[in-house]
């Protein structure tokens, strides 16, 4: 990139004191909802709680287009909005404030957020109008588009995270919505934990980076002493016995400018530390070491384990499809358009972090990789349109990864925005033809829907053509740059090995699974729209928006489908659904709305198509922001745009343009033939040729159908040793640890009857013996006093005649 | 015989011994008075008779009107702590007097 060779500045920052008034109108409607929502509800009615809850979107909305238009009117390398409330904690060298940052990269997410966000609670006003807790869900959609702008919009560290763990709180609440359904609930508590794993390595990342810039600068051999560089003055404390050990604010002056240095949490100041060169702040931190390994692989590694779990990577990729159970809106508004990329998000706001380690970055793209075409396998065989869609997003977020592996981080940041446009739409499609069929989910009760649901029909396919790469759709801009970008990288390295040959081999992988994307998403879109309608048998018994669909579709498909006989995995005796009250009700009174037209699928209702419309319509129109530069012959619009934020230098080979057009090519190419063999194999739904292969293979047919088992083998190898591990602490707890306790209850016991013995009889013993003695001579004593005066006049004599006698006997 | 101060000494101790052993053997209150009175009196005729053989002048014998008058005195006193004795215990017998003991 050629921006990145410049000398870059610190930079300029512009003070937009009501950036705080975006995340507040969410928090606001979140508030009003979760206190008051239920009494709405009741007094008001319904539309009062959507009225809330869209109304402060679309005021987020706006105050997030008046800070675009503020950021647009600046020069490019000045576009820098921030807005600092208070300093929320001062402890040492860790300082952060309650602040607000928009950059080109988060201006682009909080865009995407707001407006996908408000297009989503439209949707949810037609897709949840049955629903008993309405206000609840309200509150939750805006709880989470909070906690979300403060991930996008923090401007450091603290904020993030708080953003980082409320986007995981809200969607715990969200994937759980129906909570009486035990499933579901533990698709909401899988969520939570296995996010709560990536969110640990997340937070160790951070501690190392913190750790890392406060360390001790030892100057390095070859003459650039970093106590002072010729041009550049160093200035630590001077008063501090050793400089290395100045507590407060350290600052380097380069170019006139002031550069803080040191720890940091703060995004600004990281990003000035380490990008500007003269600080010498990349460079100590590109040659530190931790237990051999260079300490920014482990910083990155560890990072990205947080962005593993935010963003369903490979291995904790698991608790996506099982989000699956909660309400479509939520699957599109979490799952596809915004939660998931924050860690794509993360890796680009790092981007100069992770540009300093090969490895790290060849970690992420071939973590990455392997994501996207895992994914891609297990959607080929889902049944589930919802689970197809759910793999088709773990398996894009593969692509992201790949784009900021690889160190085109605006690619990947551009696949972000185009995939949050059409898995949007297909995720809402499919909510409108759930909502269509009456809460069918599954593929083979669907089909020849094209001719009653037109408008969802075709927006799916929209959708369909852009998540698949035909250059009329946008997916086919983000998804070729970041192949393309992928082969020409050849600088990462496999641990610490140079392996030029892993791009190459990344872009390999990548076309492959753009092939299976096409093709499974075609297959899903011809199930769905083309050929005979298939259900109609019924209403479904099932309420199938649960995570385990999987395991009983085949149960309940036997009596519509004899050929479907053999049950791959027969049901498990918890997949058995126990419904509660509210789902029950959910279904029940959808029928009663919908009764008119029986069971025939109907055409979703108007702010349902709507949002199809405009979210499709943005899906192809967002292809302008990224038309390659080999075509117009300047650099893609949002490249330029965000230039500014992605500081990171990443160097790629250069080949000619015929190449570029030969990939180009070969991109379209993959995903026509992805294409091609969905319609020959499933459109009209006639051909045998599926059932035969299933037969064929029906081995391997069968392991990827039950995703590879690895649910199973995360029960085998995770949750069984921690279930034992628990049950082992317990046992430990109350034999080992009680015993223990109680041991020490009874030493205590029995010290203390020591004690008190020794009080008993040896303290009180010569208490009471002293008084004892006083009563006993007093008593004796008594004896004399006979209160008699002859007696003491006896007394008397008697004395003074043995005065007298002794006088006569001492003289 | 010419008497010498020995005579009146011997005199003298017989009297106090017999009024020391009223005191110490009699029950009777007034009795017990007698004795003391006895007592006094010997003393009286010590101090005369030293005054006579010993000292000279008339010191001695002024001291002895003095223990007279106050004999006098002690009498009066005790008769009239005797006659408050008889009151409440209705006896002079002093052993009926012991309420200080215990």
């Known amino acids: 990139m050629e921006h990145a060779i410049q000398q870059l500045g610190p930079t300029v920052v512009h003070q937009a004191g009501y950036l705080w008034l975006i995340p507040l109108f969410p928090a606001i409607g979140a508030l009003i909802n979760s206190l008051v929502g239920i009494r709405i509800q009741r007094t008001f009615g319904k539309r009062w709680n959507h009225a809330i809850a869209i109304g402060m979107m679309t005021l987020s909305f706006l105050v997030a287009l008046r800070a675009f238009a503020q950021l647009l009117a600046l020069p490019a390398g000045e576009r820098f909005l921030q807005n600092t409330l208070w300093n929320m904690m001062t402890a040492g060298q860790l300082s952060f404030d309650l602040a607000f940052a928009l950059d080109p990269l988060s201006m682009m997410m909080v865009l995407i957020i707001t407006f996908i966000g408000t297009l989503i609670h439209v949707f949810s006003v037609g897709y949840m109008a049955d629903e008993p807790s309405y206000w609840r869900f309200f509150a939750y959609l805006n709880l989470f588009i909070f906690a979300m702008l403060l991930l996008v919009m923090g401007d450091n560290f603290a904020v993030m995270f708080f953003g980082w763990e409320g986007v995981g709180l809200a969607s715990y609440l969200l994937i759980a919505f129906w909570y009486t359904d035990i499933e579901k609930a533990k698709a909401g508590m899988k969520a939570f934990v296995v996010n709560r794993f990536g969110d640990f390595g997340f937070i160790l990342g951070l501690f190392l980076l913190f750790w890392s810039l406060g360390g001790i600068w030892e100057p390095r051999a070859d003459a650039r002493s970093v106590n002072y560089v010729p041009g550049i003055g160093y200035k630590a404390d001077p008063t501090a016995l050793n400089p290395y050990e100045s507590t407060g604010p350290r600052n380097a002056i380069v170019h006139g400018h002031t550069i803080k240095l040191g720890p940091t949490l703060n995004f600004r100041e990281l990003r000035d530390q380490v990008v500007i060169e003269g600080t010498g702040v990349g460079e100590h931190l590109r040659h530190q070491k931790l237990w051999g390994i260079a300490l920014m692989t482990l910083v990155g590694i560890l990072m990205f384990v947080g962005a593993m779990g935010k963003s369903a990577q490979l291995p904790l990729y698991v608790w996506l499809p099982d989000a699956m159970a909660g309400p479509t809106p939520v699957s599109a508004l979490i799952h596809a358009a915004t939660m998931v990329t924050a860690g794509v998000y993360m890796v680009a706001r790092l981007s100069y972090l992770y540009a300093m380690s090969p490895t790290a970055m060849g970690w992420v793209a071939i973590v990455g990789v392997l994501t996207a075409i895992f994914a891609a396998t297990i959607g080929f065989f889902q049944y589930d349109i919802k689970k197809v869609l759910a793999y088709s997003t773990v398996s894009q977020l593969g692509f992201m990864f790949v784009g900021v592996g690889v160190g085109a981080y605006w690619a990947g940041s551009y696949h972000l925005l185009t995939h949050a446009f059409f898995k949007a739409t297909l995720f809402l499609a499919s909510g409108s033809v759930i909502l269509g069929c009456h809460h069918e989910q599954d593929m083979r009760r669907m089909g020849g829907l094209k001719k009653l649901m037109p408008v969802t029909a075709w927006t799916y396919l929209v959708a369909t053509w852009a998540i698949a790469g035909f250059p009329w759709a946008s997916g086919f801009y983000s998804k070729d740059e970041i192949l393309w970008k992928a082969f020409t990288q050849r600088s990462m390295e496999f641990f610490g090995t140079p392996a030029p040959w892993l791009g190459p081999a990344i872009f390999a992988t990548g076309l492959l699974t753009a092939l299976g994307t096409s093709f499974y998403m075609f297959r899903s879109y011809y199930m769905t729209f083309t050929g005979p309608y298939k259900g109609g048998a019924g209403h479904a018994e099932e309420h199938d928006e649960d995570p385990h669909s999987a395991h009983a579709a085949p149960h309940h498909v036997t009596a519509g489908h004899p050929h479907d006989d053999e049950d791959p995995k027969p049901a498990p005796a918890h997949a058995i659904h126990a419904h509660a009250v509210p789902a029950a009700a959910h279904v029940a009174s959808g029928h009663d709305d919908h009764g008119a037209h029986g069971h025939v699928p109907h055409e979703s209702p108007l702010s349902v198509t709507a949002v199809l419309v405009t979210l499709a319509t943005g899906a192809v129109l967002v292809s302008i922001l990224g038309i390659p530069k080999l075509w117009s012959g300047h650099d893609p619009i949002l490249e330029h745009w965000l230039a500014p934020a992605l500081p990171a230098e990443v160097t790629f080979a250069h080949f000619g343009h015929a190449t570029e057009w030969l990939f180009q090519g070969m991109g379209v190419a993959a995903a026509a033939i992805g294409w091609y063999f969905a319609m020959l194999l499933f459109k009209d739904g006639k051909s045998r040729v599926p059932h035969d292969l299933k037969h064929r293979f029906f081995g391997v047919w069968t392991v990827v159908y039950n995703k590879y088992y690895v649910d199973e083998a995360y029960h085998a190898l995770i949750i069984r040793p921690a279930l034992f591990l628990a049950s082992f602490l317990s046992w430990f707890d109350q034999h080992v640890i009680d015993w223990i306790v109680n041991f020490f209850g009874w030493l205590a016991r029995f010290i203390a009857a020591i004690d008190d013995a020794i009080d008993k009889y040896v303290v009180d013993g010569a208490v009471n013996g002293v008084g004892g003695l006083t009563r006993e001579g007093g008593r004796l004593l008594r004896r004399i006093e006979t209160g008699r005066i002859q007696t003491y006049l006896y007394g008397a004599a008697l004395g003074s005649l043995l005065v007298v006698l002794l006088n006569f006997l001492f003289r | ?102």
């Open chain 2, 1 to 102: 015989m010419v008497p010498t101060l020995s005579h009146f000494l011997a005199v003298a101790a017989l009297l106090f011994a017999a009024g020391l052993f009223t005191v110490l053997t009699r029950r009777n209150a007034v009795a017990i008075l007698m004795g003391v009175e006895l007592m006094l009196n010997a003393a009286n005729l010590n101090l005369v008779a030293f005054n006579r053989y010993v000292v000279g002048g008339m010191a001695g014998q002024t001291f002895a009107l003095f223990v007279v008058v106050l004999a006098a005195a002690e009498a009066a006193v005790g008769l009239a702590i005797v006659l408050s004795i008889f009151h409440t215990f209705k006896t002079i017998d002093v052993r009926a007097a012991d309420l200080m003991r215990e």
